[in-house]
């Protein structure tokens, strides 16, 4: 799974479809089915999230996959070993799914071109967060029933963000409409061509949308010029609670994490009744396992 | 089968040669017939019906004969990244693409900015039937700060002064290397580029660079600073040629210049006049070069720019890069393609089919490099030096870039059918014929 860029509205469905089941395995007493035994994982995260490592790792330990993490720190490739060597090497250990985080767009296409073992993309730089938009859509699922006419406001900074683009694909393919809110400076050109509309209004945002998913700001993007202050972007685009009141109905509330309180999020609007940020992380979960037993099941002992 | 005229490393003397039944093509010097062309000792002879006694014979029928193709915009490696380019591989890459003459970019490491490397690199040249004209480096070190010692290296010969890779970022460097180039009869080349604007970036900023996640450089990065050469040139009278033109708006500022009588011209690659960023989808480096693909308005600006003239010359900006530089992420490999063993056909293939007449692209591939250079044209007549591209215009190949003779494979056209390839060169008394 490279994108979800490469996948249909049947393909996203039946993944959500079976989250479902794997969401009740979580919710067993005994959490762990045998279904990826013999089936090895390597979690090769060159660039760090122990968030999304964390999710991933549990979703093979829950489907009973043998686990190896490789992390960018203390690797090869901080000593000048090229992704591609290192790539080979891992390959030549025998493994059968790479779950794979890294700064460079396109990254894991890469990697796929070189490698015979199932990839999957846990981010790459800008591009693609596969996992994380299904989640987002799986979580909003549940409280609709369907995505089809839902309408998702991703706010914050479009330009930067995997989450966004993953979302919007997704999102767009299950039948949703999509607002892309920030700065004009945080908007990528072009966006429009992919069926979304734009907004620098928060405001207005919030007046049309069902649901808002809020992206993380990054103090580094001021620093590069992209927008004036934390504070400015605090209060053009920091979600209150005083603002989300202006809705004739309450918004639910998304965010991949790890959220700056007080920036682009409040409080009190983070630990709302209409938040769904923690069930975004079990989902996750959820989705991971989903993922990977669609992915790799084919690949386990015929006994489990 | 080979025969003494067909090694690229020892190209053989063209000593007593009968190129028979070509259709041999000058436009420039009213030259449009099927003939027979003796030559000896590398002279143009008179025109015999029969082959002279001791001649060798070598069968053109159905061929086209041409002045010698001319590249103006070539990175040979070698100082210092020989394991992608050197300059007798270069000269090879440009024999097997039709090439007999060639300009190469000064950013080696040590760069090209003294009258010694300057020959130096043309002495590696020599026994290859390819004019190897060296742009020396603008600055000293490519630093962007000093000039270079412009008086001795144009005694050696130099026409054309870059800092290619980069642009000469300050516009006081850049207006007095204008002024004072031209107090020697000799240019600036500038590769266009707001380094600001585009820094981080790796391909075209458009609705692909955000469907990809890959950071942008937008075509104002380009065009910013082609304004900026039109101002230089206009106020001090000095010559600027545009490098590698990608952008819309940059034809549209070099237009504007030319008809207000700027000394202003321009270059553009096949690259930008057949490929677009999407093509950038696959992450396939392959696809990476600087400036980048960009939109299609941009690819039709750049062919019209280029069949009316405003963009006049026809070149490659060959950038050899080895297999493991090549071979990396999108966002880390380095910028540029080959395109010397491609160039010819895919004019051939793609220019003339869509409206661009033969004469004309004679005219942006062997007349208007040389001319930009203040080099002699050569010419099909008897008592010339024979200088001169063999072209099969009907023989269909597939491109294979593990045959290509350039030590580097990074090229976007890898299996592409081309109708139209070099057959040889005859240059500097040397001939290098090849059997397909
Ligand atoms: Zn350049």
Same mark, same amino acid.
């Given at each position: 799974?490279?994108?979800?860029?490469?996948?249909?509205?049947?393909?996203?469905?039946?993944?959500?479809?079976?989250?479902?089941?794997?969401?009740?395995?979580?919710?067993?007493?005994?959490?762990?089915?045998?279904?990826?035994?013999?089936?090895?994982?390597?979690?090769?995260?060159?660039?760090?999230?122990?968030?999304?490592?964390?999710?991933?790792?549990?979703?093979?330990?829950?489907?009973?996959?043998?686990?190896?993490?490789?992390?960018?720190?203390?690797?090869?490739?901080?000593?000048?070993?090229? *992704?591609?060597?290192?790539?080979?090497?891992?390959?030549?250990?025998?493994?059968?799914?790479?779950?794979?985080?890294?700064?460079?767009?396109?990254?894991?296409?890469? !990697?796929?071109?070189?490698?015979?073992?199932?990839?999957?993309?846990?981010?790459?730089?800008?591009?693609?967060?596969?996992?994380?938009? +299904?989640?987002? *859509?799986? =979580?909003?699922?549940?409280?609709?029933?369907? +995505?089809?006419?839902?309408?998702?406001?991703?706010?914050?900074?479009? +330009?930067?963000?995997? $989450?966004?683009?993953?979302?919007?694909?997704?999102?767009?393919? *299950?039948?949703?409409?999509?607002?892309?809110?920030?700065?004009?400076? !945080?908007?990528?050109?072009?966006?429009?061509?992919?069926?979304?509309?734009?907004?620098?209004?928060?405001?207005?945002?919030?007046?049309?949308?069902?649901?808002?998913?809020? !992206?993380?700001?990054?103090?580094?993007?001021?620093?590069?010029?992209?927008?004036?202050?934390?504070?400015?972007?605090?209060?053009?685009?920091?979600?209150?609670?005083?603002?989300?009141?202006?809705?004739?109905?309450?918004?639910?509330?998304?965010?991949?994490?790890?959220?700056?309180?007080? $920036?682009?999020?409040?409080?009190?609007?983070?630990?709302?009744?209409?938040?769904?940020?923690?069930?975004?992380?079990?989902?996750?979960?959820?989705?991971?396992?989903?993922?990977?037993?669609?992915?790799?099941?084919?690949?386990?002992?015929?006994?489990? | 089968?080979?025969?003494?005229?067909?090694?690229?490393?020892?190209?053989?003397?063209?000593?007593?040669?009968?190129?028979?039944?070509?259709?041999?093509?000058?436009?420039?010097?009213?030259?449009?017939?099927?003939?027979?062309?003796?030559?000896?000792?590398?002279?143009?002879?008179?025109?015999?019906?029969?082959?002279?006694?001791?001649?060798?014979?070598?069968?053109?029928?159905?061929?086209?004969?041409?002045?010698?193709?001319?590249?103006?915009?070539?990175?040979?490696?070698?100082?210092?990244?020989?394991?992608?380019?050197?300059?007798?591989?270069?000269?090879?890459?440009?024999?097997?693409?039709?090439?007999?003459?060639?300009?190469?970019?000064?950013?080696?490491?040590?760069?090209?900015?003294?009258?010694?490397?300057?020959?130096?690199?043309?002495?590696?040249?020599?026994?290859?039937?390819?004019?190897?004209?060296?742009?020396?480096?603008?600055?000293?070190?490519?630093?962007?700060?000093?000039?270079?010692?412009?008086?001795?290296?144009?005694?050696?010969?130099?026409?054309?002064?870059?800092?290619?890779?980069?642009?000469?970022?300050?516009?006081?460097?850049?207006?007095?290397?204008?002024?004072?180039?031209?107090?020697?009869?000799? #240019?600036?080349?500038?590769?266009?580029?707001?380094?600001?604007?585009?820094?981080?970036?790796?391909?075209?900023?458009?609705?692909?660079?955000?469907?990809?996640?890959?950071?942008?450089?937008?075509?104002?990065?380009?065009?910013?600073?082609?304004? #900026?050469?039109?101002?230089?040139?206009?106020?001090?009278?000095?010559?600027?040629?545009?490098?590698?033109?990608?952008?819309?708006?940059?034809?549209?500022?070099?237009?504007?210049?030319?008809?207000?009588?700027?000394?202003? =011209?321009?270059?553009?690659? @096949?690259?930008?006049?057949?490929?677009?960023?999407?093509?950038?989808?696959?992450?396939?480096?392959?696809?990476?070069?600087? @400036?980048?693909?960009?939109?299609?308005?941009?690819?039709?600006?750049?062919?019209?720019?280029?069949?009316?003239?405003?963009?006049?010359?026809?070149?490659?900006?060959?950038?050899?890069?080895?297999?493991?530089?090549?071979?990396?992420?999108?966002?880390?490999?380095?910028?540029?393609?080959?395109?010397?063993?491609?160039?010819?056909?895919?004019?051939?293939?793609?220019?003339?089919?869509?409206?661009?007449?033969?004469?004309?692209?004679?005219?942006?591939?062997?007349?208007?490099?040389?001319?930009?250079?203040?080099?002699?044209?050569?010419?099909?007549?008897?008592?010339?030096?024979?200088?001169?591209?063999?072209?099969?215009?009907?023989?269909?190949?597939?491109?294979?870039?593990?045959?290509?003779?350039?030590?580097?494979?990074?090229?976007?056209?890898?299996?592409?059918?081309?109708?139209? #390839?070099?057959?040889?060169?005859?240059?500097?008394? *040397?001939?290098?014929?090849?059997?397909?």
């Amino acid at each position: 799974m490279l994108g979800l860029a490469d996948y249909s509205a049947a393909e996203i469905q039946t993944i959500l479809d079976t989250s479902l089941q794997m969401r009740d395995i979580l919710n067993r007493p005994v959490k762990k089915v045998p279904t990826l035994r013999g089936v090895t994982v390597v979690n090769l995260f060159l660039e760090n999230s122990t968030r999304t490592r964390t999710s991933f790792e549990l979703a093979e330990k829950r489907l009973s996959a043998d686990t190896l993490n490789f992390s960018a720190s203390g690797s090869a490739l901080s000593k000048g070993e090229t *992704m591609l060597d290192t790539a080979l090497n891992i390959e030549a250990m025998k493994v059968d799914v790479v779950v794979m985080r890294h700064k460079s767009p396109g990254s894991p296409h890469f !990697l796929a071109r070189h490698l015979e073992s199932i990839i999957i993309n846990a981010g790459d730089g800008r591009h693609e967060h596969p996992t994380q938009g +299904l989640l987002d *859509m799986l =979580t909003l699922r549940d409280k609709y029933g369907s +995505l089809k006419g839902l309408r998702v406001a991703l706010v914050g900074d479009i +330009l930067h963000s995997r $989450v966004a683009m993953s979302n919007i694909i997704g999102l767009k393919k *299950m039948g949703a409409e999509v607002i892309v809110c920030g700065p004009s400076t !945080l908007i990528p050109r072009g966006i429009e061509s992919m069926g979304v509309e734009i907004t620098h209004s928060l405001d207005d945002a919030i007046r049309r949308a069902d649901a808002l998913n809020i !992206l993380r700001i990054q103090l580094e993007r001021q620093t590069a010029g992209l927008f004036p202050s934390l504070r400015e972007y605090h209060k053009y685009f920091g979600v209150t609670r005083a603002r989300l009141e202006q809705a004739s109905a309450p918004l639910t509330i998304l965010h991949p994490g790890p959220m700056n309180r007080g $920036v682009e999020i409040t409080s009190d609007v983070a630990d709302s009744e209409h938040s769904v940020i923690l069930q975004q992380v079990t989902n996750g979960v959820a989705v991971r396992m989903a993922v990977l037993y669609l992915l790799a099941g084919g690949r386990a002992e015929p006994s489990a | 089968m080979t025969s003494k005229y067909s090694r690229f490393d020892k190209p053989a003397r063209a000593e007593n040669i009968f190129l028979q039944g070509a259709r041999v093509v000058d436009p420039r010097h009213g030259t449009d017939q099927v003939m027979n062309l003796h030559i000896r000792d590398g002279v143009l002879q008179p025109t015999t019906n029969d082959a002279p006694t001791g001649a060798e014979i070598i069968d053109l029928r159905g061929h086209w004969i041409t002045p010698g193709w001319f590249d103006l915009h070539v990175h040979l490696r070698e100082p210092g990244k020989e394991v992608a380019e050197t300059i007798a591989t270069g000269c090879m890459a440009a024999m097997n693409g039709g090439f007999t003459g060639i300009a190469c970019m000064p950013n080696t490491n040590p760069p090209l900015d003294n009258a010694a490397s300057v020959n130096w690199v043309r002495d590696q040249a020599r026994p290859f039937p390819v004019d190897v004209h060296i742009i020396a480096a603008v600055t000293r070190g490519r630093a962007g700060k000093e000039l270079v010692d412009m008086t001795e290296i144009v005694e050696a010969g130099v026409r054309a002064f870059s800092d290619d890779g980069s642009p000469v970022k300050s516009s006081a460097v850049l207006a007095n290397a204008v002024q004072y180039a031209n107090m020697l009869g000799a #240019r600036i080349f500038e590769h266009a580029e707001d380094t600001y604007l585009a820094e981080g970036g790796s391909m075209n900023e458009s609705e692909w660079s955000t469907r990809l996640g890959i950071s942008g450089m937008p075509t104002i990065a380009e065009a910013i600073d082609v304004a #900026r050469c039109v101002l230089i040139s206009e106020f001090t009278g000095g010559a600027i040629h545009i490098c590698h033109v990608s952008a819309r708006e940059s034809v549209e500022l070099i237009r504007e210049a030319k008809r207000k009588g700027i000394k202003i =011209t321009g270059e553009v690659c @096949p690259h930008h006049l057949l490929l677009t960023d999407e093509a950038c989808k696959t992450f396939d480096t392959n696809f990476k070069m600087n @400036p980048p693909l960009r939109g299609e308005a941009d690819r039709q600006a750049c062919w019209d720019a280029f069949l009316d003239g405003t963009l006049e010359v026809y070149c490659t900006d060959h950038a050899p890069h080895s297999w493991e530089d090549k071979t990396q992420e999108f966002d880390v490999a380095p910028f540029g393609i080959v395109g010397l063993e491609t160039s010819l056909s895919l004019a051939l293939t793609h220019f003339l089919s869509k409206g661009m007449s033969l004469p004309t692209l004679l005219d942006r591939a062997v007349y208007s490099p040389r001319e930009i250079l203040s080099q002699p044209q050569p010419r099909v007549a008897v008592g010339e030096p024979a200088n001169l591209t063999i072209i099969d215009p009907a023989h269909r190949w597939t491109v294979k870039p593990d045959e290509f003779k350039s030590l580097s494979h990074n090229t976007p056209y890898g299996g592409w059918e081309l109708t139209g #390839r070099a057959r040889g060169v005859v240059h500097r008394g *040397m001939a290098l014929i090849q059997t397909f």
